[in-house]
């Protein structure tokens, strides 16, 4: 079973009824039967979501249409999610839910139990998607020490026992390099499903999308509204109060988070804005009724800063992104300590 290379899954949002009825066929066939079918293009994002308010927020983004959400374990808030999972009024066939395996669960004997963790936390009896945080491999309880003796090929078998454990549906990768996919792809029996790394209009990498098109893997857009994450520190005006972006919106008589969301969604990937404040959470759906046209795809196609937001590999020692746009450059100071 090859899910990612798998013809007759279509985009549910898009297709015609006919590759509709095709994809849940297709689903049915799988271990857990999902009527979400393929991922929905527009999930709600957890990354730095207060303990105290992610329950709501999830539970207000179900209710109001969402049926996607992205956690990961090391938000160390998945059990808040899970709580919000449990409160809306939803079917757990109805949602895509995403976790991911943090770096230092990467030997193959710590993979299912750092998935059953996850399981247990979210309060759900699969996942739908399982993503490997990082390629990188941390000593377990050594901090951010890397494993020299684990591969990303190691963890990659172990994830596909997930799999066939039906612990999850569907697995995936997440902040690889180009060359780590394509190692990935000669080795794999159970193919990544899907790729989660970050692209916004500010680091658009558009040829690495359309790489991802051709062999058949998913692309999710994480942090989609570009530097708006506080923890983000670019040196770039605030997206949000980019002339460009307000003129675009104030053309489609939508806000700036729609318009970038909208773009996002209309290059063909998935995106997983965060909030935890109900009026954005509504706000942000509505990027699916905004259209662009081509004149303003090819404006926006020029507006790309090249410019990584999220780049742990500083203060990891590892160079990541090496055959991306903005790679981890060694010699200069951590950023930070962002995930
Ligand atoms: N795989 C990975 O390594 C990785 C890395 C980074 C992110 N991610 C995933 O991607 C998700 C999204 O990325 P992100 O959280 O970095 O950034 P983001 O979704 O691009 O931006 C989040 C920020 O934007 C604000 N915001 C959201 N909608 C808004 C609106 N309509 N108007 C004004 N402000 C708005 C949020 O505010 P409030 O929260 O205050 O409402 C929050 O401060 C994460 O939460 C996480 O699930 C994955
Ligand atoms: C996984 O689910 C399928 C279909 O329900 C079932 O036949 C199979 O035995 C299950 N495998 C495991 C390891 O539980």
Known sequence: MIFARNPTIATPFVAPLFTLLLSVVSVTAENHVSRVGDIPEIGLGTWLSDRKKVAHAVE?????????????????NEDQTGKGIALAGVNREDIW????????????????AAITKSISDLGVDYLD????????????????????ETSI???????????RA???????????AKKDVEDILDMCNI???????????????????????????????????????PTYHSGLKPILQDSFWKYMA??????????????????GTVVIPKSVHEQYIKENL????????????????????????????????????????DPTDLDENAKGKEL
């Not at 207000?60 to 160390?76: C, E, F, T, W």
């Not at 995403?98 to 004997?109: F, G, M």
């Not at 989660?196 to 790489?211: G, K, S």
Request: with cysteine; hydrophobic share 40%; proline share 5%.
């Open 286 to 325: 509505e990027a699916l009724d905004i259209k662009l046209t081509e004149d303003d795809m090819k404006a926006i196609a020029e507006q790309d800063k090249k410019t990584r937001m999220n780049d742990p590999g500083k203060s990891w020692g590892v160079k990541l992104f090496a055959d991306l746009d």
């Open 60 to 76: 207000y983004a179900l209710d109001s249409g969402y049926n996607h959400i992205d956690a990961a374990l090391i938000y160390r």
């Open 97 to 112: 839910v995403t976790s991911k395996l943090w770096n230092e669960h990467h030997r193959p004997d710590q993979v299912e």
């Open 153 to 163: 090929f190691d963890t990659w078998r172990a994830m596909e026992d997930l799999v």
């Open 250 to 267: 104030d053309k489609k008589e939508a806000t700036v988070p729609q318009v970038v969301l909208a773009w996002g969604l209309q290059r």
């Open 191 to 229: 193919c990544p499903y899907a790729h989660e790394f970050e692209t916004h209009p500010y680091l658009q990498q558009q040829d690495f999308v359309d790489f991802h098109k051709e062999v058949g893997i998913k692309v999710i857009a994480y942090s989609p509204l570009a530097n708006t994450n």
């Open 166 to 176: 039906n612990l999850t549906r569907t697995i995936g990768i997440s902040n690889f």
């Open 129 to 148: 998607l399982y993503l490997m945080h990082w390629p990188v491999a941390f000593v377990p309880g050594e901090g951010t020490k890397i494993d020299e």
